[in-house]
């Protein structure tokens, strides 16, 4: 493979198609929040023999997100209860191994709710209305980054515009988000789709997410990183670049420090006992 902007399949993308192990936003993530021991043990290439991220059951959302992004024909409905019969279970392998995810009867309803419900909120956004439009879903950006190779699975592609759908049991309120996706990595990803499209082609593009609730009335939201936010993103994708090149260069993939570490009180702590005392 050479760096360029590729369609391929899921699996070809997550086995990573490069040449030599490469970064990806999720293991970023993880030489950031964890340790470079994390990141090995779940790399494709460096962990082969590592259990695949595939879980045994596709939800709600899982299913929304296909739907939205490449239409109806990217699921199977298999009428069955659930997936003990060997029917079913039969029937649910042939789906992925034809490339489309399984969905039970029983949740087709709720997605095709969920999707509607979707569209609908984005229509009426001021800049949702564009998203998932005028573009090309599920793209792989593959670059070299200073002699690192890295790869990105890009939702929705459209000229200037990076369109990220992610889905949440939670709240997917814009003050909720505001303090949450960093910890899921949002930002780190952001940064670094957004550093791999400008590798490839030059462009300065805006990246946005729309996340939305699985459960009625679907209630979605768009946000994207302000610029104190993206600053200390792209500063965390550069860490977890020089930290990458350093473990491939040297095969050592350290863990937690080897010291004691020292734990600090936090200042709400400190302040909600100080309250205790004055009352």
Same mark, same amino acid.
């Given at each position: 493979?050479?760096?360029?902007?590729?369609?391929?399949?899921?699996?070809?993308?997550?086995?990573?198609?490069?040449?030599?192990?490469?970064?990806?936003?999720?293991?970023?993530?993880?030489?950031?929040?964890?340790?470079?021991?994390?990141?090995?043990?779940?790399?494709?290439?460096?962990?082969?023999?590592?259990?695949?991220?595939?879980?045994?059951?596709?939800?709600?959302?899982?299913?929304?997100? $296909?739907?939205? %992004?490449? +239409?109806?024909? !990217?699921? /199977?409905?298999?009428? =069955?209860?659930?997936?003990?019969?060997?029917?079913?279970?039969?029937?649910?392998?042939?789906?992925?191994?034809?490339?489309?995810?399984?969905?039970?009867?029983?949740?087709?309803?709720?997605?095709?709710?969920?999707?509607?419900?979707?569209?609908?909120?984005?229509?009426?956004?001021?800049?949702?209305?564009?998203?998932?439009?005028?573009?090309?879903?599920?793209?792989?950006?593959?670059?070299?980054?200073?002699?690192?190779?890295?790869?990105?699975?890009?939702?929705?592609?459209?000229?200037?515009?990076?369109?990220?759908?992610?889905?949440?049991?939670?709240?997917?309120?814009?003050?909720?988000?505001?303090?949450?996706?960093?910890?899921?990595?949002?930002?780190?990803?952001? $940064?670094?789709? %957004?550093? +791999?499209?400008? !590798?490839? /082609?030059?462009?300065? =593009?805006?990246?946005?997410?729309?996340?939305?609730?699985?459960?009625?009335?679907?209630?979605?939201?768009?946000?994207?990183?302000?610029?104190?936010?993206?600053?200390?993103?792209?500063?965390?994708?550069?860490?977890?670049?020089?930290?990458?090149?350093?473990?491939?260069?040297?095969?050592?993939?350290?863990?937690?420090?080897?010291?004691?570490?020292?734990?600090?009180?936090?200042?709400?702590?400190?302040?909600?006992?100080?309250?205790?005392?004055?009352?």
């Amino acid at each position: 493979m050479t760096p360029g902007i590729y369609t391929m399949p899921a699996d070809q993308y997550h086995a990573d198609p490069c040449p030599a192990p490469s970064l990806s936003s999720s293991i970023a993530h993880l030489l950031c929040q964890d340790s470079p021991a994390h990141a090995r043990i779940a790399h494709p290439r460096l962990n082969p023999g590592g259990s695949a991220d595939e879980a045994e059951h596709f939800d709600i959302g899982t299913a929304a997100h $296909a739907i939205l %992004l490449e +239409g109806d024909a !990217a699921v /199977t409905v298999i009428d =069955a209860k659930d997936w003990r019969t060997n029917a079913a279970k039969d029937a649910r392998d042939t789906a992925r191994a034809g490339g489309k995810i399984p969905l039970l009867a029983k949740v087709w309803g709720d997605v095709q709710a969920m999707v509607a419900a979707a569209r609908v909120q984005l229509d009426v956004h001021a800049d949702g209305r564009a998203m998932f439009t005028a573009g090309t879903p599920e793209q792989t950006l593959l670059w070299c980054d200073e002699g690192i190779w890295c790869r990105a699975r890009v939702d929705w592609l459209r000229p200037a515009n990076i369109d990220d759908y992610k889905t949440t049991s939670a709240s997917a309120n814009p003050e909720v988000l505001s303090r949450t996706l960093f910890g899921h990595g949002w930002d780190i990803q952001a $940064a670094f789709y %957004l550093r +791999g499209l400008k !590798a490839l /082609t030059g462009a300065e =593009a805006m990246f946005r997410f729309a996340c939305q609730e699985t459960y009625p009335p679907y209630a979605l939201s768009v946000v994207t990183l302000g610029p104190d936010a993206m600053t200390l993103a792209e500063k965390k994708v550069i860490y977890a670049l020089e930290h990458w090149r350093d473990c491939l260069r040297t095969n050592r993939w350290p863990g937690y420090p080897t010291r004691t570490a020292y734990a600090t009180l936090p200042p709400w702590l400190e302040a909600a006992w100080l309250e205790k005392e004055l009352r």
